[in-house]
């Protein structure tokens, strides 16, 4: 998408709240990737989503600053979770201090450490709704771990299934992210236990549902 372009989206959908500005204020000053954050555009939209969708349990993989989680939250009805999961435990104190600033906090259950450690834990709960956003090398690992604890009918969402176009070059032998989304998007394509749709937003959502 060009930058007017976007620019013009950005000025035409719904503001991003205040405190999810300072949040990408403060990532960009003080994170090293603060690309990796959702932002405003992704926002919105995870929001609508969950306001379309109405899940009771959602589960996050890959928190970060937590601005996901917040826009996710904030679509959630008042007795519904979400539960997400982060890896790097420096990204704790950021992630309580926006929570714990946010009425949509409440609705947030953290979980530090790997997820495919803190899956298992969920037990037999299942989730209506998830949003996969970890590292790209082990997306087909992590959504074949995590579709047995989806409902059937519930959602999954795949965040950066486009790599910034990466998936249409030739991939240097030791990129390993780019091999990883490309493999999860080819066996996606031939998975007949979910529908899907690929939205170009960003560097691509994939939006996927499972079947009954
Ligand atoms: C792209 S960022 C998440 C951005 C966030 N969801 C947002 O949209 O604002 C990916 C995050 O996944 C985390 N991560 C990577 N592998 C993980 C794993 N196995 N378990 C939990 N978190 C993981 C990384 O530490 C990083 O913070």
Known sequence: MTGLLEEYILAHIDHEPELLR?????????????????GHLQGRLLKMLVQMIRPARVLEIGTYTGYSALSIAEGLEDDAALHTIEIDDEMEDMIR??????????????????????????????????????????????????????????????????????????????????KGIIAFNDKLADDDRVEKVILPLRDGLTLIRKKK
């Open 22 to 38: 300072e949040m990408q204020r403060e990532a960009h000053v003080k994170l090293l990737h603060p690309t990796m954050v959702s």
């Open 97 to 178: 201090r926006y929570f714990s600033r946010s009425p949509s906090g409440k609705r947030i259950t953290l979980h530090v450490g790997d997820a495919f450690e803190i899956i298992p834990r969920f037990g037999d709960a299942y989730f209506d709704m998830v949003f996969i956003d970890a590292d790209k090398r082990d997306y087909w690992k992590l959504y074949e771990t995590v579709l047995l604890k989806v409902r059937k009918g519930g959602f999954l969402l795949a965040d950066n299934t486009l790599w910034h176009g990466k998936v249409l070059e030739e991939t240097e032998s030791n990129d390993w992210q780019t």
